[in-house]
C-alpha cells in the first residue's frame, strides 16, 4: 500500500536532463507551490475542460505559460460532458516546447501529474529532437513529485489519446504509440483512436 507523504518541500536547482531542459511533472496542486517557491521559467498548465479560471488560479497567469484545457480520457464523451485531446492540442505543446531556450526549467502539470503532464513533457523533448531511441530513457528521466509524495513513487501513465497523437504528428509510424503500449501496459490500441 502506498503512503501519502503531505510535507513537499521542492526546491529546483537546475539539473538539464536532455535536449536542454529541465522537466519537472506534477498536479496542480503542487503545481502552484513549485511556481511560488521556485518560479520555473516556463509552464505548460493543462486543466480538465471548464475547470480553469484566470481569477482563481493567479499562479498560472504569468509569462511563457501555455495554457490548455482538455480532460485525461481517449474519446470524446458528450453525454458526460468530457473532451479528449486533439491534435491541434498536441500541437501547441510542440510548438510551445520548440520555442524554449535551452537552459530553462520547465514545469508541466495536470490534474494529477500522472497522464497528461507526462505526454506533454515526453513531446517537449521530442519536439528538441528526442528520437525513438532516447524515449525510454527519458520516461525515467523525467523528475515527477510523486517521487517525492508516494513513497512508492514515481508514477506516470501517458494519456493514451495523446500518446497516439503525438506517434502521428512526429511520423513514428505506430512506433512510439506500440512502444508505449509495451512499456505502460494500457488497455488500448491503435483501432482505439478516431483521428
Known amino acids: 500500500m502506498e503512503e501519502f507523504v503531505d510535507d513537499i518541500y521542492f526546491e529546483w536547482e537546475y539539473k538539464e536532463i536532455a535536449f536542454g531542459l529541465d522537466v519537472v511533472v506534477t498536479d496542480c496542486i503542487i503545481a502552484e507551490e513549485i511556481c511560488n517557491q521556485s518560479n520555473p521559467d516556463y509552464v505548460i498548465s493543462i486543466w480538465d475542460k471548464g475547470t480553469y479560471a484566470k481569477e482563481k488560479y493567479a499562479w498560472v497567469n504569468r509569462e511563457n505559460c501555455l495554457v490548455m484545457e482538455f480532460d485525461d480520457v481517449k474519446k470524446d464523451s458528450p453525454t458526460h460532458g468530457y473532451v479528449a485531446p486533439t491534435m491541434d492540442d498536441v500541437v501547441q505543446i510542440v510548438e510551445f516546447a520548440k520555442s524554449i531556450p535551452d537552459g530553462s526549467r520547465l514545469l508541466v502539470h495536470c490534474g494529477y501529474g500522472i497522464s497528461r503532464s507526462s505526454a506533454a513533457a515526453m513531446f517537449a523533448f521530442v519536439a528538441r529532437g528526442a528520437g525513438l531511441d532516447s524515449i525510454d530513457h527519458l520516461?525515467?528521466?523525467?523528475?515527477?513529485?510523486?517521487?517525492?509524495?508516494?513513497?512508492?513513487?514515481?508514477?506516470?501513465?501517458?494519456?493514451?489519446?495523446?500518446?497516439?497523437?503525438?506517434?502521428?504528428?512526429?511520423?513514428?509510424?505506430?512506433?512510439?504509440?506500440d512502444e508505449y503500449v509495451e512499456k505502460f501496459k494500457p488497455n488500448v490500441d491503435h483501432n482505439d483512436f478516431d483521428v
Open 139 to 177: 520516461w525515467t528521466a523525467i523528475r515527477s513529485t510523486w517521487k517525492k509524495r508516494w513513497r512508492d513513487g514515481p508514477y506516470m501513465r501517458p494519456n493514451a489519446k495523446m500518446v497516439h497523437l503525438g506517434d502521428k504528428l512526429f511520423g513514428f509510424d505506430g512506433e512510439l504509440f
